[in-house]
């Protein structure tokens, strides 16, 4: 079995860095996605409670219409009666004229009525949709919640085994090298290390100097004066 080289331990490290990252943001999804799920119930359940309020604000429009609907009638009963005992003929006319007018104003209120008692027909046809929706997100919420705490503990049993794995792989790396990946790491994360490309930084392109080509070449390391990146010599010339 060959020695690894310090080139080759960064490499791996650079991987495990990698898979690291992509374990973290896949940790981050599920609350993310929790977060969105908890928001849209928030609106549905928002949106029922709208639909109450309309349909409370409706009813008493239109009990308030009918209740004026009832003293209405009850005037114009009042009317007929002194009209019935009115004693001169011009009493009696205008009597009459008046019942006539508030008959009509009546008719108004009779129509009035009946859009209202519509309205609340047509608020109430929506209730179950509303109440429907607001099950239907909640269990998707159960449901979302339940695969997220599945994923996650998977997640975080994958964490740790690659977690060990980075502890073995970083011992191989000797004392200096291992102070200098430390501190990239500890700053930018797997963004510390990059492999060198065409002669240059592969993170930001910089040339490198025929010294820094050269320890490449020797399979160690180098650090871009650039970036300050930890380089290694990518693996496809080896
Ligand atoms: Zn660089």
Do not use: F, W
């Amino acid at each position: 079995m060959a020695v690894a080289t310090t080139a080759s331990v960064i490499r791996t490290l650079h991987r495990i860095q990698r898979q690291l990252t992509d374990l973290r943001s896949q940790l981050a999804a599920g609350p993310k996605q929790i977060s969105v799920q908890t928001k849209r119930l928030q609106n549905v359940e928002n949106e029922k409670s709208a639909l109450a309020e309309t349909l409370k604000k409706a009813r008493k429009h239109s009990d308030e219409k009918q209740l004026l609907l009832r003293s209405s009638e009850a005037k114009i009963n009042d009317l007929e009666a002194k009209r019935n005992t009115a004693k001169a003929n011009r009493e009696y006319q205008l009597l009459g004229e008046q019942i006539d007018a508030d008959k009509m104003a009546i008719r108004v209120l009779e129509d009035e009525i009946l859009e209202s008692l519509e309205r609340v027909d047509e608020i109430t046809s929506q209730q179950p949709t509303a109440t429907d929706n607001v099950k239907k997100v909640t269990a998707a919420l159960e449901e979302l919640k339940k695969q997220v705490q599945k994923e996650a503990a998977q997640l975080e049993k994958e964490m740790a085994r690659v977690l060990s794995k980075l502890t073995e792989v970083e011992s191989e790396l000797a004392v200096e090298t291992r102070e200098v990946y430390q501190r990239v790491v500890k700053h930018k994360g797997e963004d510390g290390m990059a492999s060198s490309e065409g002669g240059c930084c592969g993170g930001c392109h910089q040339k490198l100097t025929g010294k820094m080509l050269s320890q490449l070449m020797a399979e160690d390391v180098a650090m871009c004066r650039s970036c300050g990146r930890l380089l290694y010599e990518a693996e496809t010339n080896s």
